[in-house]
């Protein structure tokens, strides 16, 4: 049973950091990109850091510079290092994972940021 479980968010101050979990199980996790997205209130789904099977990253031009994806292949986990924090960075963090056919989703987590 395939499972993605994302944890670590929460409420912080405005120039804080989080760092942002997912755990995976159920398939082969070393064969697929793992993507962290964010969905804001009224707003459509962003995606917002991606790592390759190969390791490769890529991040939203928004987030450049502040947050660090990274994943253990060991321990089926995939990370959001999230620091200098913005109000505008609030949404609902979800981890996806892509090998080119229909992603696995998880439920997601909220990131709220206060100023």
């Known amino acids: 049973q395939v499972q993605v479980v994302e944890s670590g968010g929460g409420l912080v101050q405005s120039g804080g950091s989080l760092r942002l979990s997912c755990a995976a199980s159920?398939?082969?996790?070393?064969?697929?990109?793992m993507i962290w997205y964010r969905q804001a209130p009224g707003k459509q789904r962003e995606l917002v850091a991606l790592v390759t099977s190969g390791g490769r990253t890529n991040y939203a031009d928004s987030v450049k510079g502040r947050f660090t994806i990274s994943r253990d292949n060991a321990e089926n986990r995939v990370y959001l290092q999230m620091n200098s924090l913005i109000p505008e960075d609030t949404a609902v963090y979800y981890c996806?994972?892509?090998?080119?056919?229909?992603?696995?989703w998880g439920q997601g987590t909220q990131v709220t940021v206060s100023s």
């Open positions: 159920g398939f082969t996790f070393s064969n697929y990109a």
């Open positions: 996806a994972a892509s090998a080119g056919g229909q992603p696995y």
